[in-house]
């Protein structure tokens, strides 16, 4: 006689009799447009509410109707090669410079550290001390010794979005364990093979995290040099807006400023893709 | 191994020596610290050998000397007439995870030591050896495949053939199933026993297993810690090829007593 008792139901009644039922918290059971675009209404519609009402000055802040007006007006600007084209232009030209000087430095000094021991020891803490200064603060400086075109624009941005780059590339280089680095040493692997061939591929995707965290960077640089080193991009525009209290262009002129900010980064992720086409897809690798 | 002695217990007289250590030992921390203590012993071509130990018995350390990783601080290490004083092709080496690198085919892979060592025109050359060799393991049809697509098992037969493609004279294994669930593991076993045979591989095997030890060596190194040593050489003189329904055998059980005993000795010093 030996019956074995198990935990599960022995017929269809038991099932009925269920009572506990495993409960979906509400928010899983909405879609994500839905719920974002429940973001957006909630939002525009207090800020409607509080400027139609008169809790704030139009001054302050414009309604969303004045300001969506005005990045149509913009908008439409930009796309006739009106006045404003030629500034945006010359922001573009700083944050790519700005991006491409930072990558460039910003990889080579993380080789340096990440690879040798002697950056490791004797470089990293100087990077390390740099790092902590506000960088902003050097704003004049590049001005004094750049001028007021272009370059110390792209010098402050480069400044700003080049140390996340360093640092991703020496933790990069870093990710690779202890089985890989054996491998490659009883393989014979000289030392560059190993660092191109295994240590680079491998931590590719630090590396991609810090351009992204310094493509977000590159963009503050660029704006900041020119509010405080004048020129002629677009943060003399908004510079300019202000100044004249034109609240609604210096909301609109910051929207397609961040659309660049976004296509940059998109840019970015869509290239770390093609590259780094054997990363899974996680939620940690979207935002750094 | 031809197959007239196949049948034959095939412990030591199989082959020449290939492979053979004498009193070889390391002291680490400015010789604070005895990691191995006059270890001595031969590999034949064709034998497989394990060596099995607790923790701190220097067997990663033996493993790391034979492989040419680090330095002994005393003692000889020759391999086929040739004082080991670094990596060489003639050393094949696995390691506990597969360490397939992703960006990588399987085959790609599996050729990277031809890469490394000769230039991507030799590995391309050994591309034709690298299927063959992916066909012997059973991962026909995965040749281009990214090793994030292949299970566990499949990354160490395509890690199996990336030690073979350079023909090594010696097989260094440094526990290279303990990470698949036990099923697999035997099996793979049974693998590995089939290829050595296949290529006439001399092997040499670091586990914590009794049981694996048992089923795959011809002899079995016990070691013992503090400084690490060799406590016996166990000789295991069941049949080849063996098969897993021999782990049930009254003789196996008695070679695993013997080093079970011989182990828990080690553990009261």
Not at chain 1, 174 to 180: M, T
């Given at each position: 006689?030996?019956?074995?008792?198990?935990?599960?139901?022995?017929d269809?009644?038991?099932?009925?009799?269920?009572v506990?039922?495993?409960?979906?918290?509400?928010?899983?059971s909405?879609?994500?447009?839905?719920?974002?675009?429940?973001?957006?209404?909630?939002?525009?519609g207090?800020?409607q509410?509080?400027?139609?009402?008169?809790?704030?000055?139009?001054?302050?802040?414009?309604?969303?109707?004045?300001?969506?007006?005005?990045?149509?007006?913009v908008?439409q600007?930009?796309?006739?090669?009106?006045?404003?084209?030629?500034?945006?232009?010359?922001?573009?030209?700083?944050?790519?410079?700005?991006?491409?000087?930072?990558?460039?430095?910003?990889f080579?000094?993380?080789?340096?550290?990440g690879?040798?021991?002697?950056?490791?020891k004797?470089?990293?803490?100087?990077?390390?001390?740099?790092?902590?200064?506000?960088?902003?603060?050097?704003?004049?400086?590049?001005?004094?010794?750049?001028?007021?075109?272009?370059?110390?624009?792209?010098?402050?941005?480069?400044?700003?979005a080049?140390?996340?780059?360093?640092?991703?590339?020496?933790?990069?280089l870093?990710?690779?364990?202890?089985?890989?680095r054996m491998?490659?040493?009883t393989?014979?692997?000289?030392r560059?093979?190993?660092?191109?061939?295994?240590?680079?591929?491998?931590?590719?995707?630090?590396?991609?995290?810090?351009?992204k965290?310094g493509?977000?960077?590159?963009?503050?640089?660029?704006?900041?040099?020119?509010?405080?080193?004048?020129?002629?991009?677009?943060?003399?525009?908004?510079?300019?807006?202000?100044?004249q209290?034109?609240?609604?262009?210096?909301?609109s002129?910051?929207?397609?400023?961040?659309?660049?900010?976004?296509?940059?980064?998109?840019?970015?992720?869509?290239?770390?893709?093609?590259?780094v086409?054997w990363q899974?897809?996680?939620?940690?690798?979207?935002n750094? | 191994?031809?197959?007239?002695?196949?049948?034959d217990?095939?412990?030591?007289?199989?082959?020449?020596?290939v492979?053979?250590?004498?009193?070889?030992?390391?002291?680490?921390?400015?010789?604070?610290v005895i990691?191995?203590?006059?270890?001595?012993?031969?590999?034949?071509?064709?034998?497989?050998?394990?060596?099995?130990?607790?923790?701190?018995?220097?067997?990663?350390?033996?493993?790391?000397?034979?492989?040419?990783?680090?330095?002994?601080?005393?003692?000889?290490?020759?391999?086929?007439?040739?004082p080991?004083?670094?990596?060489?092709?003639?050393?094949?080496m696995?390691?506990?995870?597969?360490?397939l690198?992703?960006?990588k085919?399987?085959?790609?892979?599996?050729?990277l030591p031809?890469?490394?060592?000769?230039?991507?025109?030799?590995?391309?050359?050994?591309?034709?050896?690298?299927?063959?060799?992916?066909?012997?393991v059973?991962?026909?049809?995965?040749?281009?495949?990214?090793?994030n697509?292949?299970?566990?098992?499949?990354?160490?037969?395509?890690s199996?053939?990336?030690?073979?493609?350079?023909?090594?004279?010696?097989?260094?294994?440094?526990?290279?199933?303990?990470?698949?669930?036990?099923?697999?593991?035997?099996?793979?076993?049974?693998?590995?026993?089939?290829?050595?045979?296949?290529q006439?591989?001399t092997?040499?095997l670091?586990t914590?297993?009794?049981?694996?030890?048992?089923?795959?060596?011809?002899?079995?190194?016990?070691?013992?810690p503090?400084?690490g040593?060799i406590?016996?050489?166990?000789?295991?003189?069941?049949p080849?090829?063996?098969?897993?329904?021999?782990?049930?055998?009254?003789?196996?059980g008695?070679?695993?007593?013997?080093?079970?005993?011989?182990?828990?000795?080690?553990?009261d010093?």
């Open positions: 006689m030996t019956e074995y008792q198990t935990n599960q139901p022995s269809a009644e038991t099932v009925q009799d269920t506990w039922v495993q409960e979906v918290a509400f928010i899983d909405v879609p994500r447009w839905i719920a974002m675009t429940f973001v957006f209404v909630t939002f525009i207090t800020w509410f509080v400027t139609s009402f008169g809790f704030v000055s139009p001054i302050i802040l414009p309604t969303p109707m004045e300001t969506l007006k005005d990045v149509l007006f908008g600007n930009l796309l006739t090669a009106g006045y404003m084209l030629e500034p945006l232009w010359i922001t573009m030209k700083e944050v790519f410079y700005g991006f491409a000087l930072a990558i460039l430095i910003g080579s000094f993380g080789v340096l550290v690879e040798t021991a002697f950056g490791e004797a470089v990293m803490p100087y990077l390390v001390a740099i790092d902590t200064m506000p960088k902003v603060a050097f704003a004049p400086l590049f001005v004094a010794w750049l001028g007021f075109g272009i370059e110390s624009k792209v010098a402050l941005a480069a400044f700003i080049t140390f996340p780059i360093v640092v991703g590339t020496a933790a990069g870093h990710a690779a364990d202890e089985n890989a491998l490659f040493k393989m014979g692997a000289s560059m093979q190993t660092l191109i061939k295994m240590k680079l591929p491998t931590g590719l995707p630090q590396i991609f995290t810090g351009i965290i493509a977000v960077g590159v963009m503050a640089g660029a704006i900041t040099g020119e509010f405080l080193g004048g020129g002629k991009g677009f943060g003399e525009l908004i510079r300019v807006a202000a100044s209290l034109n609240t609604p262009r210096v909301f002129l910051i929207l397609y400023l961040s659309l660049i900010g976004l296509a940059l980064y998109v840019i970015v992720q869509w290239t770390q893709r093609k590259v086409f899974q897809e996680t939620v940690g690798s979207h750094a | 191994m031809n197959t007239a002695v196949a049948h217990y095939s412990g030591a007289p199989l082959g020449a020596p492979y053979e250590l004498t009193k070889v030992s390391k002291t680490y921390a400015r010789n604070r990691a191995l203590e006059d270890v001595s012993l031969t590999l034949r071509k064709g034998s497989f050998t394990s060596i099995i130990g607790s923790s701190g018995c220097g067997k990663s350390t033996l493993l790391k000397i034979m492989a040419g990783l680090i330095p002994p601080t005393r003692g000889r290490v020759i391999l086929q007439h040739q080991v004083t670094g990596p060489r092709r003639d050393i094949g696995m390691f506990q995870q597969a360490t690198f992703p960006w085919t399987a085959v790609e892979n599996i050729v031809i890469e490394i060592r000769d230039g991507k025109a030799a590995a391309r050359k050994a591309m034709d050896k690298a299927h063959e060799l992916l066909d012997i059973g991962l026909k049809g995965f040749e281009n495949v990214y090793p697509e292949l299970s566990g098992g499949m990354a160490q037969r395509a199996i053939c990336r030690m073979l493609i350079t023909e090594p004279a010696v097989l260094l294994l440094d526990e290279p199933f303990s990470a698949l669930d036990e099923l697999s593991r035997d099996m793979m076993n049974m693998e590995l026993q089939r290829i050595c045979r296949e006439d591989a092997a040499f670091v914590h297993s009794i049981q694996e030890a048992v089923i795959l060596s011809d002899d079995i190194i016990v070691m013992k503090r400084p040593r406590a016996e050489i166990v000789t295991v003189d069941l080849r090829p063996r098969t897993l329904d021999m782990m049930t055998t009254p003789k196996f008695e070679i695993v007593d013997h080093i079970r005993g011989m182990l828990d000795k080690g553990e010093m």
